[in-house]
């Protein structure tokens, strides 16, 4: 862990109990409402990922798809600190998890997949695609076999079980490089692709890599013509946020409890203001 985020970590407790006066001053919400994305989880790490998830759920409440959905339209009140569980890409080590971890702890939650690596069936392609698309130059023999994608089958599984699936482009490219015309094919026919494979509507989509470099206001246009919520990878509060600007925080179970509690505090927020701002302003081209 770097220097700053030991630092970060240590003024968790600061942090709660501050948040938890201004919220009995009046100061800030009663209910907060948070998203947390996780991508891979290595089988090493299954252990960690469980604590860190049971840890959180002493503070947060961890909310369905459905529930989240209702609280960004309005539709139901956040009337406790609550928190949605995503995952981004499709690796098939968020399947197992789904089955060993998520069932037991009962948390459903909004898995973003790549429509193109799901189509994959051999090694070396999977391998080669996480390399060149999902984790740029990574080479494809260091590419895990946690890595490797989920299938349509591994999909409907996951909505058996109650979970929920969320649109993530075609082939993971940065959409801010992706010319006007191929961004439909990127944002929109991805989602078409997975409603059909699954006969479910996705309502839900993701840019990939998150930061606001990645995305622009183009493809927020085009998004917003198929999708009723869009989410970033940006973080912060989502209380009294537009559903097209939904924001993440990145976690990872090899960081503390501490850390990750300190981020959903909202420790970091103000690093992002700036970019917050810009992508506001996307909104009147749109």
């Given amino acids: 862990m770097s220097y700053k985020k030991k ?50 759920s002493k503070s947060w409440k961890f909310v369905t798809p459905e529930a989240f959905s209702r609280m960004m339209a309005g539709q139901e009140k956040i009337l406790e600190d609550s928190l949605l569980l995503t995952f981004d890409d ?48 990574l080479n494809p023999n260091m590419v895990s076999e946690d890595q490797r994608n989920m299938s349509w089958e591994d999909l409907a599984f996951l909505v058996e079980r109650g979970h929920s699936i969320g649109a993530h482009t075609a082939d993971h490219s940065r959409l801010c490089n992706v010319e ?40 927020l246009k085009i998004a917003r013509q198929r999708f009723n919520f869009i989410y970033t990878g940006i973080r912060g509060y989502n209380n009294n946020v537009a559903p097209w600007a939904i924001r993440r925080d990145a976690v990872s179970p090899t960081e503390s409890c501490f850390l990750v509690g300190a981020f959903l505090e909202g420790a970091g927020d103000w690093l992002y203001s700036a970019d917050l701002k810009v992508y506001d302003t996307w909104s009147s081209r749109t």
């Avoid at 709660?16 to 790490?45: C, Q």
């Avoid at 789904?98 to 009962?106: F, H, K, P, Q």
């Avoid at 015309?181 to 989602?191: F, G, P, R, V």
């Fill in 7 to 56: 630092i970060l970590a240590s003024s968790y407790p600061l942090i709660k109990w501050t948040n938890k006066i201004l919220t009995a001053l009046g100061l800030r919400p009663k209910g907060r409402l948070r998203v947390i994305i996780y991508h891979d989880i290595p089988v090493h790490l299954e252990n960690e990922f469980s604590n860190q998830l049971s840890w959180l």
């Fill in 90 to 137: 499709g690796f098939i080590s968020n399947r197992r998890v789904a089955e060993t971890v998520l069932e037991n702890l009962g948390i459903s939650a909004l898995f973003f997949v790549v429509t193109d690596f799901i189509n994959l069936s051999s090694t070396q392609d999977w391998r080669k695609f996480v390399g060149d698309h999902i984790v740029p130059g």
């Fill in 180 to 219: 006007y015309d191929n961004l439909q094919n990127q944002i929109i026919a991805s989602a078409d692709e997975i409603e059909e494979k699954l006969s479910l509507k996705v309502e839900h989509f993701a840019y990939t890599f998150g930061d606001l470099k990645s995305f622009s206001a183009d493809g």
